[in-house]
């Protein structure tokens, strides 16, 4: 292994085993101080915007406020549930920049967008949730685990195929009747409804 490799593994493995600790409060209010910056900054630029532009800046000004802020508290209280809440952060982040993404379009066009957007939100928040379940700690035995994980993917799988669906059969409603008839039965047939 060449010197470089084993300063970059010695950083990482340094890295990660610092990140396993909480922040003293010191550390929190300088995080707290610079994301709170950070989003006066991003808002300031979106002031220059008009328009969507100026929504969609906001909205990710936002978001990225909320993630920095979900991960800091992850950082300072390390926990099973403070992770979750990172996760969701950014699957709730980019919905709400998808969907103001979609007022960009109009009729069924913006329809279609939003429904993508809410079946990429869900998947999402699904595979947090999946997440959670195989990081959280248990007294349980291997196999009770594994089933527990097992259902949880079959959960997520589920309302990810129902989102998608809806997706699906939003994007029909601009066909002729028999066509969409046809595009429906389709998407009932890809998504098991």
Same mark, same amino acid.
Request: with cysteine; aromatic share 4%; charged share 35%.
């Given at each position: ?10 950083? &990482? ?42 929504? $969609? ?39 709400? $920049? ?18 993508? &957007? ?9 595979? &947090? ?6 990081? &959280? ?16 993917? /079959? ?13 699906? /059969? ?17 998407? /009932? ?5």
């Amino acid at each position: 292994m060449n010197s470089y490799l084993k300063i970059t593994s010695a950083l &990482a493995i340094s890295l990660y085993a610092a990140s396993a600790f909480a922040l003293t409060s010191d550390e929190v209010k300088t995080e707290k101080k610079s994301i709170e910056a950070a989003y006066k900054s991003a808002m300031a630029q979106c002031k220059t915007l008009s328009g969507n532009a100026k929504d $969609i800046c906001e909205k990710e000004a936002k978001g990225n406020e909320n993630i920095a802020k979900a991960d800091l508290d992850a950082k300072e209280k390390p926990s099973d549930s403070t992770h979750y809440k990172a996760r969701l952060a950014r699957a709730d982040a980019a919905y709400e $920049i998808a969907k103001e993404r979609c007022d960009d379009q109009s009729g069924n066009a913006k329809d279609v967008c939003k429904k993508d &957007a809410q079946a990429t939100h869900v998947k999402a928040r699904e595979d &947090a949730k999946v997440k959670r379940t195989q990081e &959280a700690p248990s007294n349980m035995t291997p196999q009770d685990k594994a089933a527990n994980v097992s259902e949880a993917r /079959k959960d997520a799988a589920q309302a990810t195929r129902d989102a998608e669906y809806k997706a699906a /059969k939003e994007r029909c409603d601009t066909l002729p009747a028999a066509s969409k008839d046809a595009c429906v039965n389709d998407a /009932k047939t890809r998504f098991a409804q």
